[in-house]
């Protein structure tokens, strides 16, 4: 029986990513559901460390719900302020101060990485990503135009875990050549620098919907289907379409699509769930009410903004573009079939359209181009955050698109003009 072989990759951005610790402008201890295994509940109850031991007296609860197991044992208690109890005055993690980083939890020592295993031929293939929820992840993948370049494939014959060997995400539960296929058309059409946003949400809804055509079987059946020949004809039709000019009732349409968020973030902050990405949108708000009623928005101003930021994008498109190729990079293995990627594909360009109105209530007309890069940096890390602390504020601003696909894909257009 020959060995089993393993291969992997990853974007250029994961390779270069590390850990800056208390220099990093957010911290990823906090808001977060601390899980623990049986072992390390075990390790941290009974650590030879004073401090360690003392907080792990009060501070870590067994797990007693649904879903229980050795790999899913318990919990570390947040404190009020929803931190981490194991931090320091520092800000510092005390678990690997006093144990060091081998001691740290497997969700602890994963963070922003994420992993997919799928088949592979005989064998299994992993893609290593990385969560733009993380501000240093995020500043790596828009940093520059090649942050999101795919490194060579290695293959070995040892399974490429990071240092657990268990909580490592499974796809969609395809091949490996199938995700690929689509994933090389995907991206091409995303990384387009010729083509608006919306011609992107477009050319990638289209191209699903050929294969979808073209593949009765589902999904799977996309193996011996000629991709790249459906890419081309899609490519061919939606690059003679020009993105229409946004009109005032449009404008109208977008400001809603914000009060919307608005709404949905206040809902948050009612439940003392106040974040970074909370603390954009209050800004924005305030950034753009009118003068006379502290309710209103001035479309005005919101117009304004949006000019800045498509300037911005004009000059810099891959800030756009690796923001959703990377999202696409990360969640495609875990479809399974076509109505997945629609939602995938949704999903990331939805996302899109949150970041971009953020940014656009909360920047300024300026030639510094550098500070604006950072306010996007730091706009995309917290709206990933929220996005993956709370699902119910995603589902609420979702929820404004309309309820039929049609209605959605309708809106998403406009939004994404």
Same mark, same amino acid.
């Given at each position: ?10 974007? /250029? ?114 893609? /290593? ?6 501000? =240093? ?30 909580? !490592? ?145 004009? =000059? ?14 990360? /969640? ?25 109105? !953020? ?59």
């Amino acid at each position: 029986m020959s060995e089993m072989e393993f291969s992997s990759d990853s974007a /250029k951005f994961y390779d270069e990513f590390q850990c800056i610790g208390s220099d990093c402008s957010d911290t990823c201890c906090a808001g977060w559901t601390i899980s623990l295994t049986k072992k390390e509940h075990a390790r941290y109850k009974n650590a030879s460390s004073i401090k360690v031991r003392d907080i792990s007296k009060t501070k870590i609860k067994r797990f007693r719900g649904d879903g229980a197991s050795d790999n899913f044992f318990s919990v570390m208690q947040l404190s009020d302020s929803g931190a981490c109890n194991f931090l320091d005055r520092k800000g510092l993690c005390v678990i690997q101060s006093e144990m060091g980083e081998d001691a740290l939890s497997h969700t602890c020592s994963m963070y922003p990485r994420g992993i997919t295993e799928g088949k592979n031929g005989s064998g299994w293939h992993y893609r /290593k990503s990385l969560a733009l929820s993380c501000p =240093e992840a995020a500043r790596l993948c828009l940093e520059a135009p090649t942050s999101i370049a795919l490194s060579e494939v290695t293959t070995s014959t040892n399974r490429p875990f990071l240092k657990k060997n268990y909580g !490592v995400g499974s796809t969609g539960g395809l091949e490996e050549s199938v995700y690929s296929e689509i994933e090389t058309a995907m991206l091409s059409f995303s990384q387009n620098m010729e083509w608006s946003t919306l011609q992107k949400y477009l050319g990638l809804t289209v191209f699903l919907r050929q294969l979808e055509a073209s593949v009765p079987a589902g999904l799977a059946g996309v193996q011996g289907i000629n991709v790249l020949n459906a890419s081309k004809i899609t490519s061919d039709a939606v690059s003679t379409m020009d993105t229409p000019h946004r009109s005032e009732d449009q404008m109208l349409v977008l400001v809603q699509f914000v009060r919307a968020c608005f709404d949905a973030a206040r809902l948050l902050a009612k439940d003392g769930r106040e974040n970074k990405f909370t603390g954009f949108l209050s800004s924005a708000h305030d950034n753009l009410k009118e003068e006379d009623d502290a309710e209103s928005l001035s479309v005005y101003k919101f117009e304004g903004g949006l000019d800045c930021v498509d300037k911005l994008i004009l =000059e810099a498109p891959f800030l756009r573009d690796n923001f959703i190729s990377s999202e696409l990079m990360r /969640k495609l293995r875990t479809c399974a079939n076509f109505a997945d990627i629609h939602k995938c594909i949704e999903r990331v360009m939805v996302d899109w359209s949150i970041i971009r109105f !953020v940014l656009a209530c909360n920047v300024t007309p300026t030639k510094d181009q550098k500070k604006q890069k950072d306010m996007l940096v730091a706009i995309v890390a917290a709206t990933c955050r929220a996005f993956e602390h709370s699902t119910t504020l995603w589902d609420q601003i979702f929820s404004s698109l309309g309820d039929s696909s049609e209605a959605r894909s309708a809106k998403l257009g406009l939004l994404l003009t």
